[in-house]
């Protein structure tokens, strides 16, 4: 049973609104040496090209590939990605970490994935994820909830390592192959509505064997989707065959729904202002990571 870790980088920025620490190579030498402690090559997978700092760091700890015609942007990359590893000689009770370029990650969170190889039970792994106790204050105003119905599972304790029954995380995550083979179309179909993004959220319920919507929610969408203009009602009109669908689609887990635990506290930063879930000093674990990267050579002072 092997970990396997897959880091989707691209060369430029985008708009986001970043913490003051934040930079794609400082994000990039935290997963390093978080795959060092854990004894874990990394597979970087570039989508065009990226600067010569984060090339070298590339290259001391992994292997690389560039996606051949790139850049063909984050969902094309994400689907690569998944490809890469469902159509590789991959055990399917092995563990596959994906992970994009703006996550900040603790030195200790590819040791966590690697605790839970042996944990049948947890076919999904979040290392960033809202928890009941951590959660962010934007995504979650009034405090983090289930959905009605929801068949929470008990925590898990691995490793030193606390892993809670989640219901979604981003497309930073980790999984079973065989679970990924399995469930690649789910992947596929919450990609079909959209040219530039997929739906995550809707991914991890319906893999979990939950329905996505609830009845009104197939033609209001999500909490705070439905915008009342009439722009608003034509793409919610538009929005309702494919919610059905994935409602639908739901329906073929839920005899052995595939589980997701997320590590709490969070092993993992999505490096944006508002979504930066609590529980940690992510200030000190970017400033450590630095000092790291400079005594490696790979970052100034």
Not at 72 to 84: D, E, K, P, Q, W
Not at 151 to 157: A, I, K, N, S
Not at 168 to 196: C, E, H, K, W
Request: net charge negative.
């Amino acid at each position: 049973m092997t970990t396997h870790l897959v880091y989707r980088s691209y060369g430029g920025e985008n708009t986001k609104s970043r913490p003051a620490w934040f930079s794609k190579l400082l994000c990039a030498a935290s997963f390093a040496r978080a795959a060092e402690a854990a004894d874990v090559q990394v597979h970087w997978l570039n989508d065009g090209p990226v600067p010569g700092e984060r090339m070298r760091l590339f290259e001391r700890f992994g292997d690389v590939q560039t996606i051949a015609r790139g850049p063909i942007g984050m969902r094309g990359s994400y689907v690569t990605a998944l490809r890469l590893a469902i159509e590789s000689d991959w055990a399917d009770d092995d563990l596959v970490y994906f992970c994009e370029d703006d996550y900040l990650h603790t030195p200790d969170a590819v040791e966590a994935l690697r605790a839970l190889e042996t944990r049948p039970e947890v076919s999904y792994v979040a290392l960033y994820g809202a928890t009941p106790e951590y959660a962010n204050s934007l995504e979650y105003p009034d405090g983090y909830h289930y959905p009605r119905g929801w068949p929470v599972r008990p925590d898990l304790q691995v490793g030193g390592f606390r892993f809670v029954h989640a219901v979604s995380t981003t497309s930073t995550f980790g999984g079973r192959v065989g679970a990924l083979r399995s469930d690649y179309p789910i992947f596929r179909q919450a990609m079909l509505p959209f040219r530039n993004r997929f739906l995550d959220h809707e991914t991890c319920v319906i893999y979990q064997g939950q329905q996505p919507y609830t009845p009104l929610q197939h033609l209001t969408g999500p909490p705070n989707d439905f915008e009342p203009t009439p722009r608003g009602v034509a793409r919610a009109a538009f929005l309702v065959p494919f919610r059905l669908a994935l409602t639908v689609r739901s329906r073929r887990n839920s005899d052995d729904p595939h589980l997701l635990y997320a590590a709490a506290p969070n092993l993992g930063c999505h490096a944006e202002l508002g979504v930066i879930n609590p529980g940690r000093d992510w200030d000190a674990v970017a400033a450590d990571t630095r000092v790291w990267a400079v005594e490696r050579g790979f970052m100034t002072s």
